[in-house]
């Protein structure tokens, strides 16, 4: 066999390898609870604001001029109360933060533990995989909740008063690269465009004349088509192509991929961006600073 037909074979192979091991990770992890596990919509619980009238944010007033600062985090459903990945939910000093895979026991330990900080959350748990929370500084509006269209997890849209201005954030947990019945190899390469319907399914509750950050697990990374249609949209990644937001650790060794995105439209300027590297979730926090474009 000639060494060119040798060396294509090897990295096929090696190919292969990564996405099974991929894959196989991820059916280990949070984003492996199936359509059949009532994790998506059927499995989410009401809103709660549980906040005192007299409950007030101890950070120092933030204007304008001050960068928004914003975070993304999947916090794996299994970790409920863990304290590393809540000292990483703090370290990043977020203005407003969306989490992924909240579950009910996941919401009353943010509530014991990270109340102070943010005076206004809302939260859509679920079990296993499927709940999304919210956390902000200012005030908070529940605005859409999209049942995603492929049966897994919803897409949902939130207003938050800033002092920037009226913001929107799609919080985001799409579609896991893995087939219906939990095979690896297959549905990493099937599932792109269960994922595509989800987010055009989602963005029909976009306001247009709203600003909008879109933001989360979105199970790709900046080739996916899903990632594709925001960036269609006009929205930008706050993170580089190359920068690793999940890790996996094998036998083989360790995987990383980006799968966590924070995207923003053209009313921001990108001040900042970095992962915290921190927390004991598969997923790290991502942290994005913010300016409007145009005072």
């Known amino acids: 066999m000639k060494r060119v037909a040798i060396d294509k074979l090897w990295l096929a192979c090696a190919a292969t390898a990564a996405v099974l091991a991929l894959a196989g990770a991820l059916s280990a992890s949070g984003c492996s609870r199936s359509r059949g596990q009532a994790s998506g919509p059927a499995a989410i619980g009401p809103v709660l604001t549980p906040d005192p009238p007299d409950q007030a944010d101890p950070s120092p007033p933030a204007s304008s001029a001050d960068p928004l600062v914003v975070m993304t985090y999947n916090?794996?459903?299994?970790?409920?109360?863990?304290?590393?990945?809540?000292?990483?939910?703090?370290?990043?000093?977020?203005?407003?933060?969306?989490?992924?895979?909240?579950?009910?026991?996941?919401?009353?330990?943010?509530?014991?533990?990270?109340?102070?900080?943010y005076p206004h959350r809302l939260y859509r748990a679920a079990r296993a995989a499927g709940g999304l929370a919210v956390l902000s500084r200012w005030p908070l509006e529940d605005a859409d909740l999209v049942a995603s269209p492929v049966g897994w997890f919803p897409g949902w849209r939130v207003l938050a008063e800033t002092p920037l201005g009226k913001v929107q954030l799609l919080a985001l947990h799409l579609r896991p690269p893995l087939s219906d019945r939990g095979a690896a190899f297959g549905g990493y390469f099937i599932t792109a465009k269960d994922r595509r319907a989800e987010i055009e399914a989602y963005w029909k509750t976009i306001d247009p004349a709203l600003p909008v950050l879109a933001l989360g697990d979105l199970n790709e990374d900046q080739s996916g088509s899903a990632v594709g249609f925001l960036h269609d949209r006009g929205l930008r990644d706050a993170l580089p192509a190359d920068t690793m937001t999940w890790r996996w650790d094998t036998s083989a060794g360790r995987i990383q991929w980006q799968l966590d995105h924070i995207l923003y439209d053209e009313t921001f300027t990108l001040v900042s961006a970095e992962v915290v590297n921190a927390g004991r979730s598969d997923h790290l926090p991502v942290l994005a600073r913010l300016r409007l474009a145009r005072p």
Do not use: I, Y
Not at 75 to 83: P, Q, T, Y
Not at 86 to 92: H, K
């Open 75 to 117: 916090v794996n459903f299994g970790l409920a109360g863990d304290e590393d990945t809540l000292a990483a939910l703090r370290s990043g000093q977020a203005d407003l933060v969306v989490l992924e895979e909240v579950t009910p026991a996941w919401q009353r330990s943010l509530e014991d533990r990270v109340a102070d900080r």
